[in-house]
């Protein structure tokens, strides 16, 4: 009986650590990583700690017991507060406006040319089906490798950079109206950077940014975990994100001199629990948000589902459609958004 009771209690304890995080997480969107460097990191857990909840909630009610409440709570205040969580949209009705564009952004891991097995020529195939699928009228591209031969000429405008002449890995916009003008932000000390074009479509033109922000550097195996240790991931972790929160600045004081509506797409390497999404979301619709269905899953870490890339658009446009891609040769996939105005 005393085991038993021991086990209640340890149960229950653990259930309050889970609400407390949930709780935390609340006000995460307003710290600064710079400020809030390890608290920062909580923003990666709030899915499992949502679930988590759930998890006890459910327990407690099936036991018909008080304790429900503790996490039922904090799921309530979570509903409202972490709306980009689950989602279920219907498709806008597109033939109410005179323009649309339909945009795809891809992470594309190099296409593959670092693993083990690379299969060329199956990652070729993937992105030729995704795009005939698709047709898409706008493609930002991350972690765009230079030796690759993958046909992207259906787009006639393009804009892919590399840093320098000695970097094989950067980013690309392909698109199939005209880019009138482009340019990039080459972040010091890292692989990652972003770019913009301004693109004209018939009579008006937007301002696509193609961002990739400082990557975690964790590699989702168990070995890895185990190896670095949970301090020094944390302390890594903590680190991106302050990074993060200094590439977001530049990129926002740009967005800032923008005539034209705005449309960020790319890999944030961040949740829409964090600080770096709320900054960038300001004034912007989440694609998702407005139109997608279930988890929005774009990625992967250990078999765990994520959504870290994200097409953001300005008010001015409207958000018609929303779709995840689930087949994929990257570790990220395709999401595609159409917009109108």
Not at 34 to 59: E, K
Not at 152 to 170: A, C, N, T, V
Request: with cysteine; charged share 20%; proline share 4%.
């Amino acid at each position: 009986m005393f085991k038993f009771q021991f086990l209640g209690k340890l149960f229950f304890g653990l259930n309050m650590v889970a609400a407390l995080l949930l709780f935390v997480s609340f006000i995460l969107p307003f710290l600064p990583p710079s400020s809030f460097p390890t608290l920062s990191v909580l923003s990666l857990a709030v899915s499992p700690l949502i679930l988590l909840n759930l998890l006890f909630a459910g327990y407690w009610l099936f036991r018909w017991k008080k304790r429900f409440w503790v996490s039922a709570l904090v799921l309530g205040f979570s509903y409202f507060l972490h709306t980009s969580f689950f989602e279920l949209s219907s498709e806008g009705d597109i033939s109410e406006y005179s323009n649309s564009l339909k945009v795809l952004s891809y992470n594309v891991r190099l296409f593959n040319a670092y693993e083990k097995n690379p299969e060329i020529e199956k990652v070729q195939q993937s992105i030729v089906n995704l795009l005939k699928e698709e047709q898409p009228d706008i493609v930002c591209i991350q972690e765009y490798y230079l030796p690759n031969t993958v046909d992207f000429s259906m787009f006639p405008y393009q804009y892919i950079h590399f840093k320098d002449s000695s970097h094989k890995l950067g980013h690309a916009i392909f698109s199939k109206y005209p880019i009138v003008s482009k340019g990039a932000f080459d972040f010091e000390k890292t692989y990652n950077n972003s770019i913009f074009a301004d693109i004209q479509v018939g009579a008006d033109t937007l301002r696509v940014y193609n961002l990739h922000l400082q990557s975690l550097g964790i590699l989702p195996t168990v070995d890895f975990l185990q190896q670095r240790g949970t301090e020094k991931i944390k302390k890594r972790i903590s680190q991106t994100f302050v990074q993060q929160q200094q590439q977001v600045s530049t990129i926002l004081k740009h967005k800032q001199t923008s005539p034209h509506p705005v449309i960020f797409a790319g890999d944030f390497n961040n949740t829409a629990f964090s600080y770096i999404y709320k900054q960038l979301k300001e004034d912007m619709n989440d694609t998702f948000q407005e139109r997608g269905n279930g988890l929005g899953t774009s990625f992967y870490f250990n078999k765990y589902p994520m959504r870290i890339d994200f097409i953001l658009a300005s008010e001015t446009l409207e958000v018609i459609d929303f779709n995840n891609r689930k087949e994929s040769f990257s570790d990220h996939y395709p999401i595609i958004s159409t917009l109108a105005w």
